[in-house]
């Protein structure tokens, strides 16, 4: 089995809020993944002693713990009992009721003999290849098709769709959004590999349109996950000024990729 894991933040004077996890069982029989984008906070607050980077660490570490020791639960049930955990953590210092308390999105999937189950929320991707080489894109879309979402700044977005009816959702503090949730299955048999990417990341495909989805996959395959974020730093750099690629809010945004072949 061959894996990758880069994690890599937008700024070296901030610390990095995604989260990456790959856990093989002792049995030796399938696996799970784990990647989480946290929401970087407003500047004037939001209503929690802790860092973006404190939840995204405990939210990633129960998703990693309950998705390979309790595979009688589906991934919903697994973010959904993450979430709680991760809340019950910080609920008697902290107003988990604010808008902007700690989040993620979340990409999670986890594989067995017989099955490839996933998971996404928000706007982190995992791409699947078939043994033909196909790929396909999970993703939750929601963000992409609101108004001006994908030019809009997270401030501005937040102010009036985030986790609301009508917008899109990340993991917070209510257990409840696990069932808002993109998951489903694909047979084993139909998956060669998996690469799992943060929006830093995609930002190849999303923003700088060096290839489409399929493109993206054979990249990582034959130069790397590490040779992706750092394309994507050049591409960002040239376009600093964001007049040739307008709408990235960050000029860098903190960039995750994991890969793993089955």
Not at 85 to 94: V, Y
Not at 95 to 103: C, E, I, V
Not at 143 to 156: E, F, G, H, M, Y
Not at 206 to 234: M, N, P, Y
Request: charged share 25%; glycine share 8%; net charge negative.
């Amino acid at each position: 089995m061959r894996t990758e894991l880069i994690s890599e933040p937008g700024d070296p004077a901030r610390p990095n809020e995604d989260f990456a996890a790959l856990a093989l069982p002792a049995s030796g029989q399938g696996g799970t993944l784990v990647v989480l984008d946290g929401v970087t906070p407003p500047p004037d607050g939001y209503g929690c002693l802790h860092s973006v980077p404190w939840f995204c660490t405990r939210l990633g570490g129960a998703l990693t713990e309950l998705s390979l020791s309790h595979r009688d639960l589906t991934l919903p049930e697994v973010l959904s009992r993450a979430i709680l955990r991760t809340a019950e953590a910080h609920a008697t210092t902290c107003d988990l009721s604010h808008p902007r308390t700690p989040q993620a999105t979340v990409v999670l999937a986890r594989w067995a003999r017989d099955v490839v189950e996933y998971l996404i929320l928000s706007d982190s991707a995992l791409l699947a290849e078939a043994p033909d080489g196909t790929v396909t894109a999970l993703l939750d879309d929601r963000l992409t098709r609101l108004p001006r979402a994908r030019l809009a700044t997270d401030a501005i977005v937040d102010a009036t769709v985030r986790n609301k009816e009508g917008g899109f959702f990340t993991a917070a503090a209510d257990p409840s959004v696990a069932e808002r949730a993109v998951a489903g299955e694909l047979p084993r048999a139909a998956v060669r590999a998996l690469t799992a990417l943060t929006d830093g990341a995609t930002r190849w495909t999303e923003r700088f349109h060096e290839g489409d989805w399929a493109d993206l996959f054979t990249f990582v395959r034959k130069e790397g996950a590490a040779a992706l974020v750092e394309r994507v730093r050049v591409l960002e750099t040239a376009d600093r000024e964001q007049g040739a690629h307008p709408g990235r809010g960050k000029a860098h945004d903190d960039a995750t990729a994991v890969y793993v072949e089955l």
